[in-house]
């Protein structure tokens, strides 16, 4: 049964498909997939290929354990190639670079949540050489009161063009923000979901 409703006829029984990390959105690797490939990816949850060159099924990290955990499967409009959005156990290409493409599978951005979860740690366990955890101990006002100096530090440095000493206020505006948001008891996931919530009723 061809669950994803794939048209093998028009590609000899071979499509493409495209592995991309679920949460970075970089391009990691290309494959070909028939049928049974499908069958088993979706069975289990590892991303598995048939081998052009091999001419067999190879389920990806077989042999070097970095497997490519599976978070959905996307036929695109012509029913010929599969976008397979996964989770990587590892380096992706045989060279040990991150992706076949040799790119850095990475994003910055994602350092928030690591920064989230050491404000949490300096609020639950506070020592006295954490300046986070003095912040908290100082109360929300105190909190809420940094946030408005750095909004308007930012905001001074806006109308230079010093990209460092700006660069130093936005990264200060973050910080504070994100301990406001910790000191009243929010998750970030929440302002995501009313900025979602925005722009899904435009």
């Given at each position: 049964m061809n669950k994803l409703n794939i048209d093998f006829e028009k590609v000899d029984g071979l499509v493409p498909a495209i592995i991309q990390d679920a949460d970075t959105n970089k391009v990691l690797m290309l494959g070909y997939m028939n049928q049974e490939a499908i069958d088993i990816t979706l069975e289990t949850k590892k991303v598995t290929f048939f081998?052009?060159?091999?001419?067999?099924?190879?389920?990806?990290?077989?042999?070097?354990?970095?497997f490519l955990t599976v978070v959905s499967l996307t036929v695109d409009c012509d029913n010929d190639t599969i976008l397979i959005k996964a989770k990587p156990v590892g380096p992706v290409c045989h060279?040990?670079?991150d992706t076949c493409f040799a790119e850095e599978n990475k994003s910055n951005t994602f350092?928030?949540?690591?920064?989230?979860?050491?404000?949490?740690?300096r609020k639950n366990n506070p020592t006295d050489h954490s300046y986070t955890a003095s912040l908290?101990?100082?109360?929300?006002?105190k909190v809420a009161q940094k946030v408005g100096e750095e909004a308007v530090e930012i905001v001074i440095e806006a109308k230079d063009d010093n990209k460092e000493l700006f660069m130093g206020e936005a990264a200060d505006l973050l910080y504070h923000y994100l301990v406001l948001l910790e000191a009243k008891g929010y998750e970030l996931d929440e302002v995501m979901e009313v900025l979602i919530d925005r722009h899904q009723k435009k």
């Open positions: 081998s052009r060159t091999k001419n067999r099924l190879w389920t990806k990290g077989e042999t070097s354990g970095n060279t040990g670079d350092f928030i949540d690591e920064l989230r979860a050491i404000i949490k740690d908290f101990a100082k109360g929300i006002n």
